[in-house]
């Protein structure tokens, strides 16, 4: 694959030509990338496609198998390229700055903590949050974090000594690849009541009502959320495998687990990581009781 050929134009333009595969019709066809001021452009040896850039609504990257590819939202289209890894990080940088969305001027420490454990040597940033229609964003020149609304399981406003300072602060919490991830954000009163206000609404889909899992369910959604296998919760708890397996498929159904592994081995959605940070508000020795047994 050859690496991105990138050209700055007389008036500061951007414009990136590369390499890449793009997939349609249940197959990968090879082409090339364009990437211009105002379009992107696919061309390959079955035609081409153009697309205006304010017109992307989000980009991911996702993985199917070995295949690492980014996913980019055009209203009703989405596109689907193999970029080469050289060539990826310019394209996706300059990418998430033509997003469609409302962007707003912030600090962010990201990530402040993941799994529970507080990250070293993370700095204070300067940069944008975007508001997407399907991603809430973080955007620097080096940061470029995403966080879909699905993801997001918490939002709540903290103190931090900033600076020998106590500051009032923004704490997003989002599960990333399994953990939950936190970040903060520093911004003037009427940004931040804007923020939450708007992440809170779109969390809200995530919060339990009145589903009605037992204690014993609950007990296994905390498990879970501490990183213990099936077979260990099984003696834990003195249940046989159908029997956690009927508590995980419950979980399943009300969309706080997923399936990650054939031997019913489940992890967390943010829904369910909710569920179990709500849970633990409401009997704070929940998660430690889980720890002592």
Same mark, same amino acid.
């Given at each position: 694959?050859?690496?991105?050929?990138? @050209?700055?134009?007389?008036?500061?333009?951007?414009?990136?030509?590369?390499?890449?595969?793009?997939?349609?019709?249940?197959?990968?066809?090879?082409?090339?990338?364009?990437?211009?001021?105002?379009?992107?452009?696919?061309?390959?040896?079955?035609?081409?496609?153009?697309?205006?850039?304010?017109?992307?609504?989000?980009?991911?990257?996702?993985? @199917?198998?070995?295949?690492?590819?980014?996913?980019?939202?055009?209203?009703?289209?989405?596109?689907?390229?193999?970029?080469?890894?050289?060539?990826?990080?310019?394209?996706?940088?300059?990418?998430?700055?033509?997003? $469609?969305?409302?962007?707003?001027?912030?600090?962010?420490?990201?990530?402040?903590?993941?799994?529970?454990?507080?990250?070293?040597?993370? $700095?204070?940033?300067?940069?944008?949050?975007?508001?997407?229609?399907?991603?809430?964003?973080?955007?620097?020149?080096?940061?470029?974090?995403?966080?879909?609304?699905? @993801?997001?399981?918490?939002?709540?406003?903290?103190?931090?000594?900033?600076?020998?300072?106590?500051?009032?602060v923004l704490v997003v919490n989002h599960v990333d690849r399994g953990e939950v991830m936190t970040t903060l954000i520093l911004c003037p009163e009427t940004t931040m009541a804007l923020i939450d206000g708007y992440l809170t609404e779109l969390t809200d889909k995530y919060k339990i009502k009145g589903e009605g899992l037992s204690d014993i369910? $609950?007990?296994?959604?905390?498990?879970?959320?501490?990183?213990?296998?099936?077979?260990?919760?099984?003696?834990?708890?003195?249940?046989?495998?159908?029997?956690?397996?009927?508590?995980?498929?419950?979980?399943?159904?009300?969309?706080?687990?997923?399936?990650?592994?054939?031997?019913?081995?489940?992890?967390?959605?943010?829904?369910?990581?909710?569920?179990?940070?709500?849970?633990?508000?409401?009997?704070?020795?929940?998660?430690?009781?889980?720890?002592?047994?």
């Open positions: 694959m050859k690496r991105a050929n990138i @050209d700055k134009r007389k008036r500061g333009e951007l414009k990136v030509r590369s390499h890449a595969y793009l997939y349609k019709s249940g197959e990968w066809i090879e082409g090339d990338l364009i990437v211009e001021s105002s379009r992107i452009k696919i061309t390959t040896n079955r035609g081409g496609i153009i697309y205006p850039l304010d017109n992307i609504e989000d980009l991911r990257m996702e993985k @199917d198998g070995n295949k690492e590819y980014l996913t980019i939202d055009i209203g009703e289209d989405s596109l689907k390229l193999i970029i080469p890894k050289k060539s990826l990080s310019p394209i996706y940088r300059y990418l998430t700055f033509n997003i $469609k969305f409302d962007k707003f001027l912030v600090y962010f420490l990201s990530p402040e903590s993941r799994g529970g454990v507080f990250s070293r040597g993370v $700095k204070w940033g300067r940069g944008f949050i975007g508001i997407g229609k399907r991603a809430f964003w973080f955007l620097s020149r080096e940061k470029q974090l995403r966080m879909g609304y699905d @993801d997001i399981s918490v939002i709540e406003r903290d103190v931090r000594t900033i600076g020998e300072k106590e500051r009032t369910e $609950k007990e296994v959604a905390t498990l879970v959320y501490s990183g213990i296998d099936s077979i260990t919760i099984e003696s834990m708890l003195g249940l046989d495998l159908d029997t956690l397996s009927g508590y995980c498929e419950k979980l399943e159904k009300f969309g706080l687990a997923k399936v990650v592994k054939v031997r019913k081995e489940v992890e967390l959605t943010p829904k369910g990581v909710n569920f179990v940070r709500e849970s633990a508000k409401k009997d704070s020795g929940l998660i430690d009781q889980i720890k002592e047994a």
